[in-house]
């Protein structure tokens, strides 16, 4: 048998995007397939991570959240007879695209209902209506108003709210429910009615189907075949009989002419009514649905992507795109290059990945040889060196296409007291001399700080027993800043600091220090240390951030970031004009350089996220993007926050000419700016039109409006930008023209 694995890359504009502003774009793994449709040669992949379209060659679509999905976790999908995608998700959101225009309708009333479970199991189009087998009941909709007709939650004498996996229209509706099968009486046309069913249970009473959970059903042969969790059943003679010797989950099962198809999961058979024929089999994959195209053809929505299977022909389809959706740790280079990490253990753990603008590259054991271990849990960067934190294995340095593993074997680091080879890295990063410093989580010895130099001598510190801990020190964090004091937390302690002076082989001279988990962060647990750009040291906790404001005395005075005092804070990223970004289990929070107000937050609801949880978040101070990490996959956002320029060598202003009144944006970007830049907008003639002082990036906007709030008129306007002192100036010209 021939096997071939197609990926089908999808190229992304990745800097080019960053020169709009909020401008969100989302990444995740749409490899784990949960159901497919087709029409018009297009297949259709509803999967765990948004929604992908292809041809065999190439990509037509892909959707998730920041294309306007209510979200990317997506269970159900069907072609309408418009030839538009009904798309149904995990909580309950009704997805409408219209291929042609691009858009997408919603509907919301499942989503909207009060019940707890509201996951959209499948959909089933015919004769104008898509029957909607929902967690709590079946709802059926009108294809062209879109309007619900009736919502079925009780069928028979099975259970009300009983989870519906899928239906089957022949003469009459049958209902594959968790608690048996419905089956709608002749005639009757009240189906929200229950006395309109008739029910069968689950169980192994007599004329029980001997099942936990009845998962879909077809006729073939005039007689009624049911899927179950525990194999085929089919109903002859007035009862149920096992159908095959196999006991495994029905994934799906379609008849195409003669046979009946049979997806098992990790099989699909054919069956003549008398025997079984096994067409293709992997117990490393898992199969979810099935669209037959003939009798040797077919298409599989499995956990690796859409299986085209074709007489001996074997072909695998999914977009290029990240491993995994789980973005523990994300970190960008001085090239744009973003890094992630995926796990804290080998069974959860992909390796740790790299996205260069265009597509993703995945490092792991089964990728390529030197990765040692899945488990990276962290990833940092300086410059365009790449610094990634194992559980387990010590930390790895990829520079220049090398990949280095730094292990128990080959360096100072020790392990835990059960094994010293199991070394759990927390945190890597450099000083200013280039010492490369590794905090190590539970070491043995208690050693905990661990540095190599440029010249490779090494050297690890243990923390003073004087700090009177418990038998076990776990370290946690850490961070350097620019005196190179070493920041780091432990246990639930509080925070420690650490300076060598400069003299690595002479201990004499080392200063410690701690600030109390009791005294100073009011019992609160530390979940990350940031260094910002003016050395001021940020402790997020699981209740608000904490300020260090001068390292050299961290004892003199603490700040209290207040409109993030109720939060509970995963990661804090510091941008180019010292604002932070900042991770928490309500949203991402973006605040001014001092903490002092609140600019901007964004959640679930109110922006493409995947999920209000953030893991991770780091930026592209030469794009302005911020991306931010979830276990539902990453997000990125344009900002304007881009690192200036030290000088006005370059200065761009675009589009110009700027048509006002030609569209809604009628704005203007300045580009090619120095710290803190100030701009004023002239005549010709030099009278003063506008001014403004700029965000302090590289870019800003100007709206085409004087300072009386009103557009401009026609006109060639020149654009002078000036640092904070006047000493350099640029000017440039920009044409208007007014509708």
Known sequence: MIQRYVLVILLIAGILCAQELNIWKNYSNMQEVNNITSVDDIIWAATSGGVFSTDLLEYDNVLTKSEGLSSQGITAIEADQFGRIWIGTDNGIINIYDRETKGLNKILDINRTENTRKAINDIYIKDNKAYVSIDFGLSIIDVESMEFIETVLKFGDLPSNSKVNGINITDKIYVSTENGLAIQKPNTQNLANPESWESTFIGIEAGQIPAGTILNSVSFNNVLFVGTNTGLFNYT??????????SSSIADIDVYEDL????YEHSLYSYDGSSFSLIYSNNDNTFNKLDVENNSSFFIASAEGIIQFNDTDLDYYYPNGPITNNFLSVAIDNSSNVWAATGKNESAGMGFMRFDQ??????????????ITNAFHKVFTHEDMVLLCTWGNGFSIFENDSLNNFTSNNTELEGISDNHDFVVIQGVDVDNSGNIWAFNHWPYNNHNLFVQTPDNNQYSFRVPPSFSFSDKVFLDNGAIDEYNTKWFSINDNGLYYFNENGTLSDNSDDAWGQLSQTQYFNSRDITCI?????????VGTTLGIKIIPDPSSPKSQMLTVFPLRQQS????AVDPLNHKWVGTSQGLFHVTSDGSALIEQYDSKNSPLPTDNIQSVAIDNNTGIVYIGTEYGLSSISTTSIQPNSDFSELFVYPNPLVLGNSSDNTVKIDGLVENSSVKILTISGKLVNEFETVGGRIDYWDGKDLDGKYVASGIYIIVAYDQEANQVKTTKLAVLKK
Do not use: A, P, Y
């Open 237 to 246: 003679s007035n009862q149920w009989s096992k159908i095959g010797s196999s």
């Open 260 to 263: 009946l198809f049979i997806l």
């Open 358 to 371: 265009n597509s993703w590259t995945s490092f792991n054991k089964s990728s390529d040889d030197r990765v």
């Open 530 to 538: 940031t260094v910002d750009n003016r050395n001021e040291i940020w």
């Open 569 to 572: 804070i995963s990661c804090i």
